[in-house]
């Protein structure tokens, strides 16, 4: 006869991830005293061979030994020990380590004042001292020059965060493309204001847009509004007078920033969206939050008439009653949208790509790899910034939407008028057409049509990887395990001791999105590298393939 006993299946809700002590000294208390633990909301049935025998899982000792390992070693690592070559910070068990050379100074020491280099501990198996570099400064030719700010003087830190942006004479759009034949510095709407737009998507994606609004709660609205109708901001106007004498691109804005009516007609730079007062569902707005389309971008957006370097970003305010159309491509946007971070107007991107290979011998940085670089560098100010990470991430992203590539050819181009069954391809020189804007050629759009874009976390994206999904399973077959991972960021003792030790030492995880992330990613894949690729200590059996959803 089998019998059954109920257990208690106990859910953990405290600060601390522990595993319970199941030894075999406590294994016999169990059964007369319950379990110190938060509290239990689930029960369980295991057939017994006696009701007064239990059997409970133990760890193994691998797993325990490997456990003792995350809780207090892996868990507790970060990316804080620079590379030399271009300053990017690197876990300390993943950096690279060069040999040490004394009469060289190295760019950390030249771009970071009274900076200590650190050297690799472990001096048993190799004495002589090493510093860290990343995997692309290991060699000479595959260097990126380091990103450098200069020091902001006391005018600019004495602005909070929050208020700073006034100081840029640019206001910006959130379109992603213009109305067809039509003037390319047509002004476009904003969505500055409520979310309950037009009902007409294309119209919305073509015409007003959505990729570039900073999503704020009803109450950050008051607050700007009444920041924006300060009379006497002294801060504000001390930073401003610094800034138009010492930064090349807002000394001619200097009568605009130093007149008396300066933060009566500012307005904001990035355009916002708040949820409808009214509607009591709407979820709350997080710090940094953007507002993203979810659906699938037409095709115009890829052809020529709507090229990003010809796109309007906003206007810059020229005077009181002057506004000149500025391009999303524009050099001078950025320098302009971000003088508190490039106070002198130097190493913003597109100075970057002036600069001759010939006088830095570093790699060409692409865009992407230019953000990155400075997202993870020494200076913590690119990751502290409320708004250049996001507004960097959007610029990436509509230069992604705008590239006109990736086409197919329309197949009724290619069916032979006196043979329908025959199909020709087009020659390479029918494939291609004179630019309407410029001397070069390009792809003939008449004949092709592009592949439709999406937002990387849009409905499109997921269904993509649900086909992927569905492909491997009619491939090799239904998966045998299945792990949901989540992030609790709230609750990570490792994490919070982590924030408090880096940058600026706010605790608060959403106004940390770089070590937040970062630490999600470490964690996974410590997970994947140091178990779930283990048979030996979680008996899952060897892997084959492995798919993230």
Not at 143 to 149: E, I, T, W
Not at 283 to 297: H, L, Q, T
Not at 493 to 499: A, E, M, P, V, Y
Request: glycine fraction near 2%; proline fraction near 8%; charged fraction near 20%.
């Amino acid at each position: 006869m089998t019998y059954y006993r109920i257990h208690n299946v106990y859910t953990f809700d405290n600060d601390y991830e522990t595993l319970v002590d199941l030894t075999t000294s406590h294994v016999d208390d169990l059964d007369s005293t319950p379990l110190n633990l938060p509290y239990s909301n689930h029960y369980l049935l295991s057939p017994l061979s006696h009701p007064s025998h239990p059997s409970y899982w133990r760890p193994s000792s691998k797993l325990q030994r490997l456990y003792d390992r995350f809780q207090n070693n892996i868990l507790s690592q970060w990316p804080r020990i620079p590379c030399v070559y271009c300053g990017k910070v690197l876990y300390p068990q993943k950096a690279c380590w060069s040999f040490y050379n004394p009469s060289i100074t190295y760019p950390l020491q030249q771009c970071v004042p009274n900076v200590s280099l650190s050297f690799n501990p472990n001096i048993n198996r190799i004495p002589d001292l090493r510093i860290p570099t990343c995997e692309s400064c290991k060699k000479p030719s595959t260097r990126f020059s380091f990103p450098y700010l200069p020091p902001l003087p006391e005018e600019i830190t004495s602005v909070p965060m929050h208020k700073r942006r006034f100081l840029s004479p640019v206001y910006l759009h959130c379109s992603l493309g213009r109305i067809p034949n039509s003037n390319h510095y047509l002004e476009y709407r904003s969505l500055t204001g409520t979310m309950n737009y037009s009902r007409n998507i294309r119209a919305h994606a073509l015409y007003s847009g959505t990729l570039g609004a900073f999503l704020e709660s009803n109450e950050d609205n008051n607050r700007v509004n009444n920041v924006r109708t300060l009379d006497n901001d002294e801060t504000l106007r001390r930073a401003a007078a610094w800034l138009a004498e010492n930064n090349p691109y807002l000394r001619p804005f200097t009568n605009l920033l130093s007149s008396d009516n300066t933060l009566h007609t500012l307005n904001d730079p990035f355009p916002r969206a708040s949820h409808v007062p009214t509607d009591t569902n709407a979820p709350s707005a997080n710090s940094r939050d953007i507002v993203v389309p979810n659906y699938d971008f037409p095709s115009e957006v890829h052809d020529e008439d709507f090229h990003y370097s010809r796109l309007m970003a906003g206007f810059v305010q020229d005077s009181e009653t002057l506004r000149i159309p500025i391009s999303t491509y524009d050099p001078n946007l950025e320098p302009l949208l971000f003088p508190d971070l490039f106070t002198d107007g130097k190493d913003h991107y597109h100075d970057l790509e002036n600069q001759s290979d010939s006088i830095n011998n570093t790699r060409v940085e692409t865009y992407g790899k230019y953000i990155k670089l400075r997202l993870m560098n020494i200076d913590p100010r690119w990751r502290l910034h409320h708004y250049w990470p996001s507004w960097s991430y959007l610029q990436l992203e509509k230069l992604r939407h705008h590239q006109n590539t990736q086409r197919l050819l329309q197949q009724s181009r290619m069916i032979n008028s006196n043979h329908a069954d025959n199909i020709i391809l087009p020659s390479a020189r029918e494939l291609i057409r004179p630019s309407s804007y410029s001397s070069r050629n390009i792809i003939d759009e008449n004949i092709t049509i592009p592949i439709p874009t999406f937002i990387r976390t849009g409905d499109s994206y997921f269904h993509q990887r649900q086909l992927h999904l569905n492909a491997m399973i009619h491939k090799i077959g239904l998966p045998t395990l299945f792990v949901t991972l989540s992030m609790a960021e709230s609750r990570w003792s490792h994490l919070h001791d982590i924030l408090a030790a880096s940058d600026n030492g706010d605790t608060l995880p959403t106004n940390r999105p770089f070590h937040i992330t970062n630490y999600f990613v470490h964690r996974f894949q410590s997970l994947k590298k140091e178990l779930y690729k283990k048979p030996d200590v979680t008996g899952f059996g060897d892997i084959l393939i492995f798919s993230i959803g």
